[in-house]
């Protein structure tokens, strides 16, 4: 059963993104330490960035992380399918403001309940240097499960698994 989005989770809601999240979206992409640890700020120039939003199509892989209370884009989350298809790669993007707020403990707990409705395992793949990451994940009780090491951006990365995989 998919989940039924949105879904106010308190402090935040999981939407679809709307047309006037495109400018904080762009934004986020392009600040460079909220992205450092995710490939970096976007080299595409606002109007590329806005020109591919504007054939956003709903879907898990990108959803909006709004302000529960105004509605406000604050980051983006998603799930991504994996080679293994029994998991999928859940993902938090947060905007400076809203970081130690517990707002990635909200989301990436969403995100794992949604993933385990799928029968699938949720993973997480964390650069071993996003201290901030690797400490939310230990809070939620995730296993590490090795080193990615496929070539690619991800090569080096720290895995997780959502602690339900081990039960």
């Known amino acids: ?13 999981i939407r679809h993104l709307q047309e006037e999240d495109h400018f904080a979206y762009v934004a986020l992409e392009k600040d460079a330490e909220v992205k450092m640890y995710v490939s970096g700020p976007t080299t595409k120039t606002d109007e590329e960035m806005l020109g591919d939003l ?4 709903p879907a898990m892989t990108v959803l909006t992380i709004a302000e529960s209370t105004s509605n ?50 949720g993973i997480g793949i964390v650069d071993p240097g996003n201290r901030g990451s690797l400490l939310l994940l230990k809070k939620l009780g ?22 339900s995989a081990y039960r």
Do not use: D
């Open 72 to 121: 406000k884009f604050i980051g983006r989350c998603g799930l991504l399918p994996t080679k293994n298809t029994s998991e999928e790669e859940i993902f938090c993007l947060l905007a400076k403001s809203h970081w130690r707020k517990g707002v990635g403990e909200i989301v990436v707990s969403f995100l794992a309940r949604v993933a385990s409705q799928q029968g699938k395992i």
């Open 1 to 13: 059963m998919p989940p039924i989005i949105p879904a106010n989770l308190g402090l935040v809601t």
């Open 142 to 163: 995730w296993v590490a499960n090795g080193t990615v090491s496929e070539p690619g951006k991800q090569f080096g990365h720290l895995r997780y698994v959502q602690p």
């Open 54 to 57: 504007r054939g956003y199509r």
